[in-house]
C-alpha cells in the first residue's frame, strides 16, 4: 500500500471536490471559513482566549457600570455634605459675630478684655467675609451649579437676593467697633459709644440677621433632606452594583458556556463524522462510504488518509474479486479439461478393452481351428 507523506496533499487530493463545495457554501461566513481552516490545537486555544475575553470583558464592564451609578451617588452624598458643612460654617460663623458684639458692649468699661474681644471679632468678620464670598462663588451663575432640586435652587435664590446687604453689615459692624475702642474714648463717649452700639445691635440689623439665619436654616434642612436622599440613592447605587455585577459575570458564564458548547461541538462533530464512517466501514465492510471533509486541520487530514484508505482498500477487494473470478473461471476450464481427458482415457480404455476382447476371441478361435485341424489329421 502507498504511504502518503505530503498530509496538505492528502487532504486536498482525492477529496478536493468535497472541499470545494464546502468552501463554496462557507465563504458565505468568512469567520466559519477561517475557523475550518485552523489547526485543531489553534482552535483550542482561541476558544479558552474567547471564554476568557468574554469572561474578563463581561466583568470588567459589569464593574465599569456599577462604579459608574455608585460614583454618581458618593459625589451626590459628598456635594451636599459639603454644602451642609459650608451652610453650617456660615451659620456659626454668624452667630460668633453677635455673640462677640454682645460681649463687647459688656466689656465697654475693660479695655483690657474689650480688645482680646474685638480682635476675635475682627477674625470672626474676616472669616464670615470669606465663607460669605466662597457661598456667592459656588452658587453664582456663572459657575452654571447645577441644583439637585427646585427647592434648593428656589432657598438659594433667596438667600443671595434677599441678603445682599450681608457683606455692608460686616463692614459697617467692623467701621462701627473700630471707632469704639473705650481705650481711646472718654468716659462719656464710651457712654456715647455703648448707646450707638446697643442701637445697632437692637435695630433693624438684628432683623436681617434673624431673617438671614432662618434662610440658613431652612437651606440646611433642605441640603440635608437631599443628604438623606443622596445617601439612599448610594445604598441603592450599591445594591445595584452587586446586581450589575452578579448580572455581568453570570451573563458571561452563559456566554462563555455556549462559546464553549459551540466550539466543542466544531471541533468534536468532524471527529465524530470521521468515527462513525470508520466503525460503518469496519462492521458492515461498506467500503463505498466516505468521510465528510469540512475542515483543513488535522481532523480534515485524518478524514481524508480514511477516504484515501477506504478507497485503496475497495480497490484492493476489487482486484481481489476480479482474481478469484479468474481462478475459478480456470478452475471450471481446468475442470472440464479433466473431465475430457478422463473421458478421452475412458473411451480409449473402452476401445483397448474390446481390442482385448476382439484378440481373446480370435486367438480361442485360432486356438479352435488348430485343434480342429490337428483332430483331421
Keep these: 500500500m502507498k ?18 463545495s464546502s468552501n463554496s457554501s462557507a465563504n458565505t461566513s468568512n469567520s466559519r471559513y477561517w475557523f475550518s481552516h485552523l489547526k485543531v490545537g489553534q482552535k483550542i486555544g482561541i476558544g479558552y482566549g474567547l471564554l476568557l475575553s468574554i469572561a474578563v470583558m463581561g466583568t470588567s464592564i459589569g464593574f465599569l457600570i456599577a462604579d459608574h451609578y455608585q460614583q454618581q451617588a458618593q459625589r451626590r452624598e459628598e456635594a451636599a455634605i459639603e454644602e451642609l458643612y459650608q451652610m453650617y460654617q456660615l451659620k456659626i460663623i454668624v452667630f460668633r459675630v453677635r455673640t462677640n458684639q ?10 483690657q478684655r474689650w480688645q482680646e474681644q474685638y480682635m476675635l471679632l475682627i477674625d470672626y468678620v474676616e472669616q464670615a467675609k470669606q465663607v460669605w464670598f466662597e457661598f456667592k462663588a459656588n452658587y453664582s451663575t456663572e459657575n452654571s451649579i447645577i441644583y439637585d432640586s427646585v427647592i434648593e435652587k428656589e432657598a ?3 438667600l443671595l437676593q434677599t441678603h445682599r446687604g450681608f457683606d455692608t453689615y460686616l463692614q459697617r459692624t467692623e467701621a462701627l467697633f473700630r471707632s469704639s475702642n473705650p481705650s481711646k474714648l472718654s468716659p462719656n463717649e464710651i457712654q456715647i459709644a455703648q448707646t450707638q452700639l446697643f442701637n445697632f445691635m437692637h435695630g433693624s440689623s438684628v432683623f436681617m440677621i434673624d431673617d438671614f439665619l432662618d434662610d440658613i436654616v431652612n437651606l440646611v434642612e433642605v441640603i440635608a433632606e437631599e443628604y438623606k436622599q443622596a445617601n439612599w440613592e448610594l445604598q441603592r447605587a450599591e445594591k445595584l452594583r452587586l446586581s450589575i455585577i452578579i448580572g455581568s459575570l453570570s451573563l458571561s458564564i452563559a456566554i462563555a458556556t455556549l462559546l464553549a458548547i459551540y466550539t466543542s461541538r466544531t471541533i468534536a462533530r468532524p471527529i465524530q ?17 466516505q468521510a465528510p471533509v469540512t475542515t483543513n486541520d488535522e481532523v480534515g487530514i485524518l478524514a481524508a488518509s480514511l477516504n484515501r484508505l ?5 480497490q484492493l477487494i476489487k482486484v481481489q474479486h476480479d482474481t478469484n473470478e479468474q481462478l475459478e473461471v480456470y478452475s471450471q476450464v481446468l475442470e472440464e479439461k479433466v473431465r475430457e481427458r478422463t473421458r478421452e482415457l475412458n473411451e480409449k480404455n473402452l476401445s483397448l478393452e474390446l481390442a482385448l476382447e476382439e484378440l481373446r476371441c480370435t486367438q480361442a478361435q485360432l486356438v479352435e481351428t488348430e485343434q480342429n485341424g490337428e483332430k483331421v489329421i
Design 102 to 111: 454682645h460681649k463687647l458692649i459688656l466689656y465697654m468699661e475693660q479695655p
Design 273 to 289: 463524522a470521521v468515527t462513525h464512517v470508520a466503525q460503518q466501514v469496519t462492521e458492515q465492510s461498506n467500503f463505498d462510504l
Design 3 to 20: 504511504q502518503h507523506n505530503n498530509f496538505d496533499e492528502l487532504a486536498f487530493g482525492r477529496s478536493h471536490s468535497p472541499l470545494q
Design 310 to 314: 477506504i478507497l485503496e482498500v475497495q
Design 156 to 158: 438659594v435664590h433667596r
